[in-house]
């Protein structure tokens, strides 16, 4: 079998799968075992972090010169040719890339990826600098950092420009390139979550001993106890961020965004390691498309009706956190319960109406967007269930243990993961959907209704990044500690799901109401009359 | 002269200009005056204020049902028609609104003006919701805010939707209301930059006092102060914003955006004003534009570098507050002094790059953009070159009095004005290029570096923005009185000539080389061959 092409290709898949399990399994031992985690290990644990990073940048470099960007090589190439050290260039000259794959192919999510990505950045680069700030710390640290701030950027690149890149050879170090950073990418989003739950613990703990010091004596011990947690003098070889401490709640923000980074990045690699194209010399080169058209007609109903939900969900979060201030949190957690109700129950009879509205429109087998949308939706779909069980697991524990809980959180849940249901089973049946006749061509039927749901979902991303980063409604102070980490992974993804719902709206909103599809169609040669104001149009 | 029309047309613009000009004279000397600020004349002031919004939002009602929307009072009329009460239906009948002039044309400028106007609304919904918080205030303070979010919604969905219109009749209401609205905002713009002074003025004032506590006795007297000013019971009524204190500095972006919005608000309704169409119903009538499109080639280097530039100025804003936390402002104000002369000194390369770059472009007299799009840019640039003499002039003040000032204050100063004024001059002269040749059309010249400088000015928007928030750089913190209300006259300016200049260079990176202009221009028929292409292309 080992002349076999096919057999070949099959084999350096499963051992590069086999290689992701693997790495992806130890990295994960590694995160979570105490042993690691111990104060003495530090240099070991940072020697694998450094490796990890750097088999990573060392891969997408190959990529950027020897598949994106071959001119670079093929011009030394010549000139050692030249030069008379090569006897056959053409053996050694490399092929254009062809840009033929699936990849991160919406516009929105490519936006997103940049955003996200310059975020996650701005983590590192922070962490790079504090290590200088006080008790200056290893040099392994700044490397490790700058290491990650490279691959961060390097990664951002190429899935806003190249990922549609088609790998074409039986490619060894492609595959194993691409299984590897899937892993990092996993790796990263764990030890995030992980960081992200012991920065709560800790912050509990805190505020326990500090509720506890006040029941007992006055405020003295307040600020020594504070004061520790802000100010404290890192250890130099403590795992912890420096950057999440000393940026406080802004840093939860950045994690956030990095955590979602690597989620996208991870399905993102994945994806172009699963396609391979059988044969790439064939496929006609698709052109990159270059130039984007949005047909705005029929949306500003919708944008101005989501613009009077934001400006309610803003308010009511300058609301909480004055409330929060003015230890007023029982206040702070009902308006944000009320809240919650009100922009979900609006979501839902959006949804219905747009499923009503859209009942005139043509079904097609294949949906718009690509294979990477349905895996985050659905990824983002698991988030929101497991978010919402937990929600009213934990209401039902705290009614036996006859805590003080508000009744605002069951329907709140309840409608919560309804909406979320509604919404997918929405979101996956419209991008199959297709505007053919004329008459549906012209009234656009729906358009307002998407473009109001559009606009909610991002207002509820904006919300939900805010809501994690204070304080999660519905869900007591005092977590269990398994709740903890589950919530801490859950609650990045139930942003993410938000993002990517309004990412696929906008796909929805962009390619169901176009001609393109029409013209395809119906192949009948428009008349010239037509022709020639399309062109002037342009 | 009575019978004359234009002899009309002019009597009711010159009375309409004069109304607004002492309708803004009377404003402004109520804002300024003692006696209006006294606790005293609360209620007269805040019938003042309710009745400039009532008039303002009285008008845009009547915009809104009589000129732009006439379907509804068309159809009460058919009503009244069939059941006999009116006999002549065409007399009353309304015509349809007709979409001719100019206003904010620009898509950059409408989404712009949304993020601003929502944002303010914010602050005037947080008011209301702050009125029953503690210490009910009067009812009139109720009516007012929620007046003051009716007219920024109505006035943001004007901008965002009809700002296109061109007012048929010589229409005294229109001209009055628009002069009233124009008047109201100039209002809003006042009131809120003398709150921010007097924010500012307060707040240090408190600062100096801990520090004389700090000196004398320990730090008992710091948390009565500090107590003092973010808990102080609020007299019923007083002028101060409530939100203003119970949201720190958060409310500082608030403000921010709705300074904005009200110049850009005043600056469309007095071109609007401006624009009298002098046989509307003979002109054709221009359809509303409805579908965008972008040309994104060649673009992704440009975005690449400056999100570079993007992570560094973030980086530098979160450790200028780590920096600040820690009582290093010193340093802190070295980094912002460094990092603004980088930026600086790397705006001023690219754009002369880009004035290298673009000499192969044609020139034409007319511009892309519109006028407001100029008004707007050189207002900004008043306010930098305030902004910046006032830096340097209290630089030199500082070092008459011995006082400490680091030396990286003047070039970073000098840098910063040189910037702004090639960068004006670079933005006037490149919005009146055309992309023509065919060589030029295919290579984009200069596109990339345009690009860049969008993403620059984007990201020293961001970071004005928060510059303003926290404090501003190369400014002494015990400023002199009158110098403190300039400041916080210019600064809001200074981040809108940021914005603005980046919605300037983004039409030009949009008109420069589309084929539009091309076509239009060589008015040959182009060969079927190509129209097919377009057309598949479509």
Redesign the interface.
């Known amino acids: 079998w080992t002349k076999n092409a096919k057999a070949k290709s099959f084999c350096i898949n499963m051992l590069s799968s086999v290689y992701a399990l693997i790495l992806t399994m130890v990295a994960f031992v590694i995160e979570i075992s105490p042993t690691w985690r111990s104060e003495e290990m530090w240099l070991p644990y940072s020697i694998f972090c450094v490796l990890m990073y750097t088999v990573a940048v060392a891969y997408f470099t190959y990529l950027y010169l020897f598949v994106l960007y071959p001119n670079v090589i093929n011009t030394c190439i010549y000139f050692l040719f030249r030069k008379g050290y090569i006897m056959n260039p053409c053996k050694w000259i490399l092929d254009e890339p062809v840009y033929n794959g699936e990849g991160a192919g919406t516009m929105y999510l490519r936006v997103g990826t ?1 955003f996200f990505g ?2 996650g ?2 983590l590192w ?2 962490e790079i ?2 290590c200088f ?1 006080e008790s200056q710390r290893h040099g392994i640290y700044v490397v490790k950092y700058a290491l990650a701030v490279i691959f961060t ?1 390097m990664q ?2 190429f899935i ?2 190249n990922s549609k890149i088609s790998l074409k050879r039986t490619n060894i170090i492609a595959k194993f390139g691409l299984m590897h950073s899937v892993a990092v990418n996993l790796w990263t989003w764990l030890s995030i979550c992980l960081i992200k739950s012991s920065i709560k613990h800790a912050k509990k703990e805190i505020k326990y001993a500090v509720e506890e010091a006040k029941n007992k004596t006055r405020t003295e011990t307040y600020t020594t106890w504070s004061y520790d947690f ?2 404290d003098d890192f250890g130099p070889h403590d795992k912890q961020l420096r ?1 999440i401490i ?2 406080g709640s ?1 840093s939860n923000l950045l994690l956030t965004c990095l955590v979602e980074f690597s989620l996208i990045a991870a399905v993102i690699c994945f994806i172009i390691w699963k396609n391979d194209d059988p044969n790439p010399g064939e496929s006609p080169k698709k052109e990159k498309k ?8 029929g949306t ?1 109903t919708g ?2 009706l989501g ?2 939900i ?3 969900s ?2 009511v979060i ?2 909480h ?2 409330l929060m ?2 230890q007023k949190s029982m206040a702070a957690d009902l308006l944000v319960g009320f809240t919650d109700l009100l922009m979900f129950l609006v979501t839902l009879l959006a949804c219905f109406l747009a499923f009503f509205q859209m009942r005139k429109l043509q079904y097609r087998i294949h949906s718009h967007g690509e294979v990477i949308d349905d895996i985050l939706l659905i990824v983002g779909l698991a988030g929101e269930c497991v978010y919402s069980c937990a929600g009213m697991d934990l209401y039902l524990n705290g009614r036996l243990t006859k805590q003080r809980v508000s009744w605002i959180t069951i329907p709140s849940f309840v409608l919560r993961i309804t909406e979320v249901l509604i919404q997918t089973v929405f979101i996956l049946f419209a991008s199959r959907m297709r505007c053919y006749n004329y008459a549906t061509r012209e009234s656009h039927p729906g358009k307002q209704v998407i473009t109001f749901l559009l606009v909610c979902n991002i207002n509820l991303f904006i919300y939900h990044t805010f809501e994690t980063m204070e304080s999660n409604f519905g869900f007591p102070v005092n977590l269990p500690d398994n709740y903890s980490v589950m919530l801490s992974i859950a609650s990045p993804i139930v942003v993410f799901y938000r993002f990517h719902s309004s990412a696929c709206l906008a796909e929805i909103w962009k390619h169901t109401y176009s ?2 599809h029409h ?1 395809h169609l119906i192949h009948e040669p ?1 008349d010239l009359a037509e ?2 104001v ?2 002037d149009k ?1």
């Open positions: 940049l310059s975020m950045s701005v680069g922070t600098l504090l700030f950027y951002m690149h806003f420009s802000t100010m950057a000393k940026l802004n270059r130039s984007f058209r949005f047909d705005c007609s500003s944008i101005f613009i009077i934001h400006i309610i803003t308010v300058g609301m956190g004055i201030k003015s001609r393109k013209e428009v022709k020639n399309i062109v342009l």
